[in-house]
């Protein structure tokens, strides 16, 4: 985009900040590919953001902003900072996040006043030294980039407040970050770090810690002289004990030892009293410690994917907890203390052995979330109902032949999943669900799409494939909220017409790869609000033109059916982004097919291609396939008008009467025609001509006229000489491509 062009929008961009009413600029997503020239002129300007374009390089100009506080230039395509941003005095926060640099100009030593660094997502591989000038600096963020270690000098930066170097090359850490007194936040997860040196017990204000994605084997000791700490994070490690010592850290809030080796839980951990977020998931842990009550301002526990075969009743005097999850053990009851659990507003109990539900279930009314899957339950308590407040329910994976009748109380239900059970009917107070929006009942038992989810008023999503369905009811179109159905993989015996009249469809599936396959699409889909419409895996032959005519049509996915032509008509289809035709059996593609415009996606291999060939179109990139029609399609004109030429030179009148009337059949009205336009033996050739001309044309698009088949017609006909001297002509043109 020509940043010019945007000058008369450039003001429409400003603004002044509620703090100090200082003057900004943010102009996000605009592909610019250099900084428009008039952004200079603003010389008071406070604040300047330009993210999410292409820009490679800073001008000069730069240094005509030097009222800058805030200068953002995320997200573009920079290799570099010019250095003249060093004389931007009055710079407070730089960021330079998601870009390509990989140095920093020694100039920015000189910004006395800068505060905020974010360079996160780059290619640096060593810190930047010139950041270690600046001594105001209170938060650095160099993320995601190679960095492989920490200069001594950091610890110059005796402001810094926050330092974080997540997703670097890190082996260790440098001694002098534990110089910095009153550093409060260190992010260094996603390193490759083992140990930690002995100063870091110096850094008796830090707050939070993340070493998550390390390669830590223990906890290190002197992590536990942190007085201050109040997050530690150390998840995805190789920690395969918690030293008792864990109990000096009396103002921990949230500890993170998610996916580690541990297997025992120490008595010592519960002594955090102020323990609010607990995360063991991911271990090897079989019991939970017989004091587990004293961590009572505990507010999430998570300890799913460990080895739990029983819970001890006195997590259950946890009563603050509001999020517990104990998925992925092997737990088949839980005590009736659950009952204490009153604010509880997320259980996760996936991937257990339970077969009906905990006693006391019913009293946990403020639960909002729910996950039961993968267990082995078949039916529901009626206090199951009681959960009022319940607006996600995961009950897929069990063993659910009926309804649960005791959903139907949960009015508040907007998200269902109870696929993979064996239901084939729902009751007939299902439609009570009023808020629902989304309903997964796929791999059920379902013969008949059931006619009570039909009058659901905020239902947006419903997913029915892999059941028996063989039809949808005409009171789908009553579904107004509907967006995305999915019917893939059912007994359909043809297109279900009626999922045409739903009125919002956005998304139909209708992949039959392991389900009755159909033959033909309906002419109902014209003017279907459909945008995206998925047939693979049927035996289409042909799409109609009522394809062509659906308004939003975007993505049409019909790969692996056996589909022998497209129609000219559906190259007009101007909004279609997605085209998947591969694995079927086209041998040409309509001469407009470049009329595609909008094609972004594009698959035509495993078709018995000729024109264009399969080398051709296996790039899926629309502008040659169209060079090649175009082309070979003029190339045919050409050769097919020489073959007719040929063939007016040899023909009787006798013969080309026999020929129309009895080898071609055309209508008796055009044979008439034919003969009084060209009359008399000196327009013979001509009406020879014309006659071969409607041959062709009558031949229409479905099965269009070959110069191949052309030479076999009249060698069946009895033209042996002739059929021979048109395929000499042929073979000789095709390998001349004159």
């Known amino acids: ?86 004389q931007l005095t009055q710079l407070r926060l730089l960021d330079f996040s998601h870009n390509e640099i990989t140095k920093l100009p020694n100039s920015l030593s000189g910004l006395k006043t800068l505060k905020v660094v974010e360079g996160f997502n780059n290619l640096l591989t060593d810190f930047p030294v010139a950041l270690l ?68 017990e110096n850094l008796t204000q830090l707050e939070d810690l993340l070493l998550d994605g390390n390669e830590f084997d223990f906890i290190p000791i002197q992590i536990f002289s942190l007085d201050s700490l109040i997050q530690l994070a150390m998840s995805d490690n190789q920690i395969q004990i918690i030293q008792p010592e864990i109990s000096r850290l009396d103002s921990l809030r949230v500890l993170g030892l998610n996916y580690n080796k541990i297997c025992v839980v120490p008595g010592e951990l519960c002594y955090l009293s102020n323990l609010e977020i607990l995360g063991l998931e991911g271990n090897k842990i079989s019991e939970v410690p017989s004091n587990i009550a004293e961590l009572y301002n505990l507010k999430e526990l998570y300890l799913g994917d460990n080895c739990l075969k029983e819970v001890n009743p006195d997590l259950f005097m946890c009563s603050d907890l509001q999020i517990l999850s104990l998925g992925k053990n092997q737990i088949k009851s839980l005590p009736v203390e659950i009952i204490n659990l009153k604010k509880l507003k997320i259980l996760v109990l ?81 439609s009570s669900l009023a808020s629902l929006k989304t309903l997964y009942l796929n791999n059920n038992a379902f013969e008949v799409f059931p006619i009570e989810a039909c009058h659901l008023p905020c239902l947006e999503r419903i997913n029915f494939s892999e059941n ?41 599936n209708f992949d039959q790869e392991t ?29 109609p033109e009522a394809v062509s005519r659906m308004p939003h049509l975007t993505h049409l996915v019909a790969h692996h059916n056996q589909l022998t032509f497209l129609q000219e008509c559906q190259c007009d289809i101007t909004s279609l982004e997605v085209l998947y035709l591969h694995n079927n059996q086209l041998s040409s593609l309509p001469g407009n097919f470049d009329a595609l415009t909008s094609l972004k996606e594009l698959t035509l291999y495993g078709n018995p291609l000729k024109n264009p060939p399969e080398d051709v179109c296996v790039s899926g990139i629309l502008q040659p396939i169209g060079r090649f029609i175009r082309k070979a399609a003029e190339r045919d004109d050409l050769l097919m008008q020489k073959l007719f030429n040929m063939i007016s030179e040899v023909l009787t009148k006798q013969d080309l009467r026999n020929l129309m009337r009895s080898k071609f059949r055309f209508p008796e009205e055009k044979i008439q025609d034919l003969e009084s336009s060209f009359h008399g033996k000196e327009n013979l050739k001509a009406r020879v001509y014309h006659a071969m001309a409607y041959w062709r044309e009558s031949r229409g698009q479905a099965s269009p006229a070959t110069t191949e088949e052309l030479v076999r017609l009249f060698s069946i006909y009895g033209f042996e000489e002739l059929a021979g001297k048109l395929n000499a002509v042929r073979v000789y043109s095709q390998a001349t491509k004159l």
């Open 1 to 86: 985009m020509d940043s010019n062009s945007n000058k008369d929008g450039i003001e429409s961009k400003l603004f002044h900040s509620v703090v100090g009413n200082k003057l900004c600029l943010m102009i996000n997503n605009e592909s610019f590919e250099e900084i428009p020239k008039k952004i200079f002129s603003y010389s008071d300007l406070g604040g300047l953001c330009v993210t999410g374009s292409d820009i490679t390089d800073i001008p000069d100009d730069i240094t005509k902003l030097m009222c800058l506080e805030e200068l953002n230039l995320s997200s573009n395509r920079l290799m570099a900072l010019n250095d003249k941003i060093g």
């Open 133 to 200: 000038g600046c001594g105001a600096l209170e938060g650095l963020s160099l993320d995601g980039n190679s960095i492989r270690s920490i200069p001594d000098k950091i610890s110059h930066l005796q402001c810094l407040r926050t330092l974080s170097l997540a997703e670097n090359s890190l082996e260790f850490v440098n001694s002098s970050i534990c110089k910095i007194e009153g550093l409060l936040t260190l992010h260094l997860s996603e390193n490759n770090i083992t140990n930690l040196s002995k100063e870091f």
């Open 350 to 430: 996936s991937e257990n052995e339970f077969l009906e539900i905990p006693q006391g279930f019913g009293s946990l009314v403020n639960l909002q979330e729910v996950f039961l899957d993968h267990n082995r339950l078949s039916k529901l308590p009626k206090e199951f109902g009681h959960l009022t407040k319940v607006s996600k329910l995961n009950l897929s994976h069990n063993s659910f032949s009926d309804f649960p009748q005791a959903l139907t109380a949960l009015v508040t239900l907007e998200w269902l999943d109870m696929q993979n059970n064996n239901v084939s009917t729902l009751t007939e107070m299902f």
């Open 468 to 508: 028996l369905l063989e039809e949808v009811p005409e009171d789908c179109r009553h579904l107004a909220a509907l967006s995305s159905l999915d019917l893939s993989h059912n007994q359909f015996t043809s297109f279900p017409r009626e999922v045409c009249y739903i009125p919002h469809l956005v998304t139909l």
């Open 515 to 543: 389900g009755a396959k159909v033959r033909y699409l309906p002419n109902d889909l014209e003017n279907s609000p459909i945008q995206k419409l998925y047939v693979e895996n049927n035996a289409l032959q042909l799409l």
